[in-house]
């Protein structure tokens, strides 16, 4: 499976992390004495499951480097373009590309193995996007403190995950509704507000199952979606904010010391 890493996310003056980056691209903080972009890299370097890689908002003179096969592809404006233009690039390199991993820069805990994880979960079915989450228990017993947005279903609360997979095919589609779905991955409630607002209301009050509101996120988008509800909090902890930035290198420094 080949693999897309967006790393074109630059924060601007009054974002959390702007004082930090200073007008440079999230993923080139340094953790641990390597970019932030390079960790993410250096899973998916050892990963079984991935081929090549392309990463959208970064050139080679970023310094990032990885052992599959590697495009850099400068930044297209907002995710969604740095994701088309990446398939696009998998698509021109080899036209029988199908399921595409995208992987965010900025989600530095992941480890090879829950790359495989995901990769291998997203082949178990027939679908057309597979998007990851993770309960709250999960997520905060991995990283304590770490404030993430969830949204509260009938049998669980669930984050998004940032390592995810989606058919090649439905990416150069014109259904664009899955498309403003996928860029408010943050905010769970306008993602559910997209779909519709009887569902808005059922997530309201707490009455989809995960895999109603998986359902009925198919249904209204005309596509076969499946929720991979992942053992691995690491999938969610996405660096947006500076407590964020410092639970990650307190982390990642445990893992080198280990």
């Known amino acids: 499976m080949d693999a897309i890493v967006t790393a ?3 924060p601007g ?3 959390p992390l702007y004082e930090l980056t200073q007008g440079r691209s999230k993923a080139l903080l340094e953790i641990e004495g390597r970019p932030m972009g390079q960790w993410v890299l250096d899973a998916l370097s050892t990963s ?3 081929g090549r890689v392309v990463i959208t908002g970064l050139d080679a003179g970023s310094g990032l480097r990885c052992t599959h096969p590697l495009v850099f592809l400068p930044n297209q404006g907002s995710m969604m373009d740095n994701i088309l233009a990446g398939v696009r690039k998998l698509f021109e390199l080899d036209s029988a590309t199908d399921r595409v991993m995208i992987v965010s820069s900025d989600v530095p805990a992941v480890t090879p193995q829950i790359i495989d994880w995901v990769a291998q979960s997203s082949l178990e079915s027939e679908h057309d996007i597979y998007y990851s989450v993770i309960t709250r228990a999960v997520m ?3 990283f304590p403190g770490s404030r993430r947005t969830y949204v509260h279903l009938k049998d669980m609360e669930l984050c998004g995950g940032d390592v995810n997979v989606v058919r ?6 014109d259904r664009g509704l899955w498309r403003q779905i996928i860029a408010e991955r943050k905010n769970p409630l306008k993602q559910a507000s997209l779909i519709g607002f009887d569902t808005l209301w059922m997530v309201l009050f707490r009455q989809f199952t995960l895999q109603a509101a998986a359902a009925r996120a198919g ?3 005309g596509l076969r979606a499946r929720a991979m509800l992942s053992p691995y909090a690491e999938l969610g902890m996405d660096v947006d904010k500076p407590h964020q ?3 990650i290198r307190a982390d990642l420094a445990r893992r080198r010391g280990a």
């Open 245 to 247: 930035l410092e639970i």
């Open 140 to 142: 905060e017993a991995r």
């Open 13 to 15: 003056p009054g974002e």
């Open 8 to 10: 074109g996310g630059v």
């Open 168 to 173: 090649a095919g439905l990416a150069l589609s």
């Open 219 to 221: 249904e209204r988008l």
């Open 48 to 50: 079984t499951q991935v």
